[in-house]
């Protein structure tokens, strides 16, 4: 009686120890499962690219079978989970994820308890893209000190010319664009700064950023403190561009997930989303009367969208290549499109005809910074041109730059252009004279290494 007795209590203390912990919280799929999945699965398991049969980019799709007939994740089953067995595998070549670190132990351990408790979910729509689901992340503070340099994507003068905001790595860095100084640095930015976009009043800064294959967002900061506001969009990809309507209540975004979105600034809600796009919305910008939208596309396409409907007016192909950039001419009748093809077209609204080959650069051409009366574009031949707005005639060529040029800003008070690219090194100029003012590497705490003769 004794021994059965001790086999008996062996066994309730081997069951209580294999269980959650009494009074544990259930695992939640949202907070603690999905950005799990997010960081770590989806470049590989997606709607675009769904290796081995298995896409994890929605709940509904967790569960069912891939190419070797087994789910990835199955209810109360460990064994019959292949996405269990791929992520505690032995086998390094076989262990997910596969480019990746192994998940750690916590992970592991939240997703073991998910799986024994019966993969519930704690969403409205099982169909949403986990990126729409899980609560905005706390992104992690920039380094102190870069390493290196990094790419420039993004930049813009702050309302009154006297600072320039730049996108860096988890952060946007802010400058005197009179000297070249580290004025201050806004944090809990997403890993890269593809757009930033102030509101007309200038109180509002827009950032679009995001983690290829992972996560894109859209985040309001209160310009003068560099204070979150809120996280207005969330996507499975990033964030490429994004642009405030000329009241400055609405915010159109365009994402790499292949869609152009229209937001409600004040109630943080999606208005409406356009999915007429084959591939990566790589620019948007509104018309001056807010009725239009004009998007550009990897798709080799640029597309003028009416707002009131959301249905779609032309689609210009004229580039035959990426289309990179977008603006409407002043008259909002035509269309100006930049291109991988090192072009400026500019083409009718009404026919989708181009009525006249703006310039020709000698590299691809980028997003195009369209203001009341003149427009500059970067190219990867390390040039920035300027435009009068209406006639397309060329004003200026500023030149300088030692790599791809990606991103410009202007600040017509202040008479500067900013611009940057590849090698991040911004450039800023007097555009009374198209003289340089000042050249600094947008990266906090970096120092250039001197070649040795």
Known sequence: MKLQRLILLLMVIAAWSASPAVGAEPVSFRKQIAPILLDNCLACHGAKKAESGYRLDNFEQLGKEGEGGSPGFAAKDLDESEAFRLITSDDADERMPKDGDPLSKEQIDLIKRWIEEGTKYDGDDPQAQLAKIVPP??????????????????????????????????????????????LRRIKNVGQRTYALRLSPDGKTLAVACGSPGRRGELRLFEAASGKLLKVLLSTSDVVLDAAFNPKGDKIAA?????????????????????ESHSDWVTAIAWSRDGAKLVSASRDKTAKVFDLKTGDLQITYSGHGQPVRGVAFHPDGKEVFSSAAD????????????????????????????????????????????????????????????????????????????????????????????????????????????????
């Open 137 to 182: 992340p706390v992104h992690p503070d920039p380094i102190e000190a870069y390493p290196r340099t990094v790419p420039v994507t993004a930049m813009t003068f702050s309302a009154d010319g006297k600072e320039l905001l730049v996108g860096g790595y988890h952060e946007v860095t802010v400058w005197n664009p009179a000297d070249g100084k580290l």
């Open 254 to 274: 365009a994402a790499a997930d292949n869609a152009i979105y229209v937001c409600d600034v004040a109630s943080g809600k999606t208005d409406r989303v356009i």
């Open 342 to 453: 090192n072009k400026i077209h500019r083409w009718k609204i009404a026919d989708g005809k181009k009525s006249a080959d703006v310039s020709s650069f000698g590299g691809e051409v980028y997003k195009l910074s369209m203001y009341p009366e003149t427009f500059f574009a970067g190219s990867a031949d390390k040039t920035v041109r300027q435009f009068d707005a209406k006639s397309h005639k060329q004003l200026r060529q500023y030149s300088g730059h030692q790599d791809w040029v990606y991103t410009t800003a202007y600040h017509k008070a202040a008479a500067r252009l900013a611009s940057a690219g590849f090698d991040g090194e911004v450039r800023v100029y007097n555009t009374s004279d198209g003289k340089q003012v000042v050249a600094f590497d947008a990266a906090p705490g970096y120092k250039k290494q001197v070649a040795k003769k």
